[in-house]
């Protein structure tokens, strides 16, 4: 993707040059400019790809339909048409959720003030607030950067007086990822206005709610991140301990997946949020004594066939095992044959071998009895098979070489088995392949006993070699 940016005016001023210059049709100047564009390095994520309408006759340009639409909509604000607004609301969400170029040029025209305007006059009426924050939320969508702290309040308000309305709390959650989604600075306002007990309030008040509990959960998710580059440090370590030890959510998580047995799209999302919360020994443990390791376990199990939670489910067992004395209690629940089946099983997909080689050496690391139950179980096998199948994935080939080194590190018997099956070939591999393997790759070696020759870098400057 390029990193050149331009203003819709002077794409659309392309494609009309086109069509007046070069006659093209419509499709043809739009495919055109696109290909121009996009040659010189030009992002164009943000911009709508389609032809503006012709001028009018007096010579006024005219505008895309998105802007035609919420010229619409803010008349029925200004006026405002209470009769008229709901239909105004409804056509430019739409057209906001068509694709982030609509709503880019929207938020661009000053669309953001439109919408909280009509949040403001749909206070008092439940059905057109809940239209309205819908509304909100398609706006806000992969532009954070549109809400104000009067729209912060707006939304903690909304959550707070109609947290007994699991349509409103819903959409008021939507918004709120949508605004907190790589932008420290709102999730550091949210969390300050007292978001925290407002979302695990959400989960308990409305556990019956698959959507409701599911969006919480991954808001309190998002509220753990560390994703805006334009933030040199964040407070994601200190919101997940605000969420666990003021907020009970822990708890709140696992109580919360005992209604949604069958449901694996909650409970993925609930063991993604236990992962991000596993940031201390005494939390691992605690997610092990509230039941939430044999959920992990039970659900690794009845839905093998689903990638996307199979995924999470080894993400959080990886996390949870950076607790010594949990490592033991996943491998007594059996999970080490179950994460060998998942990477075997879905030895196609980069991201469950990184993340089950990734376990794996957690429950390796420090814990020789834990080695020997990992190779009676197939999982050197099965991480060799992984780096055979993804020789270009980084972070696999790394996942696995730790996982070879922390499997012999203190089990040197170990070490014959797998060179036999093939292993010195394709660490070797690895670390010729990725520069970012030589460390992993080079100790792996070693502790295998295999003769390791040190890749020697020059630096460029006189009497400089680095090992």
Request: proline content about 3%; some cysteine; overall charge negative.
């Amino acid at each position: 993707m390029g990193s050149k940016q331009i203003a819709q005016e002077t794409f659309d001023d392309a494609v009309q040059e086109n069509i007046t210059e070069f006659e093209m049709d419509p499709e043809e100047a739009v495919r055109e400019a696109v290909l121009q564009f996009e040659s010189q390095g030009v992002d164009l994520s943000n911009i709508v790809q389609a032809v503006r309408p012709p001028a009018s006759e007096n010579g006024q340009r005219q505008k895309h339909q998105i802007l035609l639409t919420l010229d619409s909509l803010a008349r029925a604000v200004a006026e405002p048409d209470m009769a008229e607004l709901p239909q105004q609301l409804s056509a430019f969400a739409a057209q906001c959720k068509e694709q982030l170029a609509f709503r880019y040029l929207a938020g661009q025209k000053g669309a953001y003030p439109v919408v909280f305007s009509a949040c403001q006059l749909a206070a008092g009426d439940r059905e057109l607030l809940l239209q309205a924050l819908c509304t909100l939320s398609a706006l806000l969508d992969g532009q954070p950067d549109l809400l104000d702290a009067a729209g912060q309040e707006l939304l903690l308000q909304s959550l707070r007086e109609r947290r007994d309305d699991a349509e409103i709390t819903l959409a008021g959650i939507r918004c709120l990822r949508h605004a907190c989604l790589k932008h420290e600075q709102n999730r550091q306002d949210f969390v300050r206005g007292g978001i925290l007990p407002l979302l695990t309030g959400a989960i308990v008040q409305h556990g019956d709610s698959a959507e409701v509990v599911r969006t919480a959960a991954s808001a309190l998710r998002i509220m753990t991140f560390d994703d805006d580059i334009r933030v040199p440090f964040g407070h994601a370590h200190d919101h997940a301990k605000m969420i666990v030890l003021e907020n009970d959510g822990l708890r709140v998580l696992i109580e919360a997946a005992k209604a949604f047995t069958d449901n694996s799209g909650v409970l993925s999302e609930l063991c993604a949020t236990l992962s991000r919360l596993s940031v201390r020994n005494e939390f691992c443990q605690d997610i092990v004594d509230l039941g939430g390791l044999n959920f992990m376990v039970t659900l690794l199990a009845d839905c093998m066939e689903h990638p996307d939670v199979v995924k999470q489910v080894l993400s959080a067992i990886r996390a949870v095992a950076g607790n010594d004395d949990v490592k033991d209690a996943i491998v007594d629940a059996g999970a080490t044959e179950l994460i060998v089946l998942a990477i075997s099983h879905h030895l196609g997909n980069p991201q469950i071998c990184e993340q089950g080689c990734a376990a794996l050496c957690m429950l390796a690391l420090r814990k020789p009895e834990n080695c020997s139950v990992i190779m009676e179980g197939g999982g050197a096998l099965a991480a060799l098979q992984a780096m055979k199948a993804h020789p270009r994935e980084v972070a696999v080939q790394k996942q696995a070489c730790m996982l070879i080194r922390n499997l012999v590190s203190r089990s040197r018997d170990l070490s014959q088995p797998i060179l036999a099956m093939g292993a010195e070939l394709l660490i070797a591999e690895a670390r010729a392949a990725h520069r970012d393997c030589d460390d992993v790759a080079r100790a792996a070696l070693r502790d295998l006993g295999c003769q390791v020759e040190l890749r020697e870098l020059w630096t460029g400057q006189k009497g400089s070699l680095a090992q």
